[in-house]
């Protein structure tokens, strides 16, 4: 993701689902007038304090509690809408529509969403359902195919975490301090080796739904 946000001085950018804004304080960093919304009106307190206590200026940023089903912008006023966790939460099909209706053509649509089929998931889910609200629905293989079919924008899908995830917690504890080790290096590999054959993809953790408006 970070790879698709590092050339974004001057952009406006739509932080969707903002949250307490920790992303929006890295787009504000980069040069980017940032725009945040969410439906707490106590993260959206907080969004702002941060940007401010973080010295920018308030005709850089603006932090707005909103629904994201029905957001208070005109139409192509973005040049990136951006969203970490946040669709999995939403009506998929309004979510989106609001999303092309305020994004500029060619502007870009980036958001990760966790999936429903990861084993290390599925079992930390289980363990913790205190950890989540009602709404959260994680992403099946058919909801990928879904949005697959939306032709509005020219969307991109990029997977990770089916191996490299649990081998990291693995070399974690066999090589507490040596993040580049040849396991890691050879799960990576492994990882990719799956995205080239299209093996297991909503087996991944997390999908980035990478879309360029037409
Ligand atoms: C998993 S959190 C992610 C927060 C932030 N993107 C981050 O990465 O830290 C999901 C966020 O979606 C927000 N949210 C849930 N439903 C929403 C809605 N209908 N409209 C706007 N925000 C919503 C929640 O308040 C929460 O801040």
Not at 48 to 74: C, P, R, T
Not at 163 to 184: G, H
Not at 202 to 208: M, P, R
Request: proline residues 4%; charged residues 25%; hydrophobic residues 40%.
């Amino acid at each position: 993701m970070d790879s698709y946000v590092r050339d974004i001085a001057e952009k406006t950018i739509l932080d969707y689902g903002c949250g307490r804004g920790d992303k929006s304080l890295l787009y504000l960093a980069r040069g980017a007038y940032v725009f945040g919304i969410d439906i707490s009106v106590e993260y959206i307190e907080d969004a702002k304090e941060s940007a401010k206590k973080a010295g920018y200026s308030e005709n850089q940023f603006s932090f707005v509690a909103m629904d994201a089903h029905k957001l208070n912008f005109d139409d192509d006023f973005f040049d990136i809408v951006i969203g970490y966790g946040i669709l999995h939460h939403l009506d998929t099909a309004i979510a989106l529509d609001e999303i092309h209706r305020v994004l500029k053509p060619q502007g870009r649509l980036l958001l990760q969403e966790p999936l429903a089929n990861n084993p290390l998931l599925r079992i930390f889910r289980f363990l913790t359902p205190y950890a989540r609200t009602e709404d959260e629905r994680p992403f099946s293989a058919k909801d990928i195919e879904m949005i697959g079919r939306d032709k509005r924008s020219d969307m991109g899908f990029e997977y990770c975490g089916l191996i490299e995830a649990p081998i990291a917690m693995l070399t974690s504890a066999l090589y507490p301090n040596s993040p580049d080790n040849w396991l890691l290096r050879f799960a990576d590999r492994l990882e990719l080796w799956t995205h080239q054959k299209n093996f297991l993809l909503s087996w991944n953790q997390y999908v980035l739904l990478n879309g360029v408006e037409k």
